[in-house]
């Protein structure tokens, strides 16, 4: 089950990316319809998507569970100045990043999939709640950018 679960992670990791890597980096700088942010700022926030579960994937695996802090996107976004780097770097992370996170996903087991996970104040959820969550996050923030 693992395995298909790492499966299915990366093929969306690998959709994903082919998307992202078409988009023009004079069209990256310019706010989706309907968006607050640049194309940059949400392949950015992806990027911190990325940092933050990663955390989260190796401590649920590793330590039975997880309990850490939410994640301000647009204190993340300001800080990083997403909007001031290239389209190419910023995709170049983000794909070295999810390559890891899919190498993770790959080798957790079956029981940690049932680790406990509370982020912030939230309730908890499990292990592999929180990994198809971040495909659903992905492909829905993919899709902002391709608007």
């Not at 069209?27 to 940092?51: E, M």
């Not at 955390?55 to 850490?68: E, P």
């Not at 406990?116 to 198809?132: A, H, K, S, Y």
Request: aromatic share 10%; with cysteine.
């Amino acid at each position: 089950m693992p395995q298909q679960l790492g499966d299915r992670f990366r093929l969306r990791i690998e959709k994903a990316q082919a998307a992202l890597q078409a988009v023009r980096e004079e069209n990256a700088s310019q706010r989706y319809p309907g968006g607050t942010w640049t194309r940059k700022q949400v392949l950015g926030h992806l990027l911190d998507s990325a940092v933050n579960n990663h955390v989260r994937f190796v401590a649920a695996t590793l330590d039975g569970g997880y309990k850490g802090p939410k994640y301000d996107a647009d204190g993340w976004v300001r800080l990083h100045d997403y909007a001031n780097l290239s389209w190419s770097f910023l995709f170049e992370q983000w794909r070295v990043r999810n390559t890891m996170l899919a190498q993770i996903v790959d080798h957790v087991p079956e029981q940690a999939l049932l680790a406990q996970c509370t982020i912030g104040d939230d309730q908890p959820v499990t292990l592999r709640f929180i990994i198809e969550d971040y495909l659903d996050h992905l492909d829905h923030h993919v899709s902002d950018i391709l608007s």
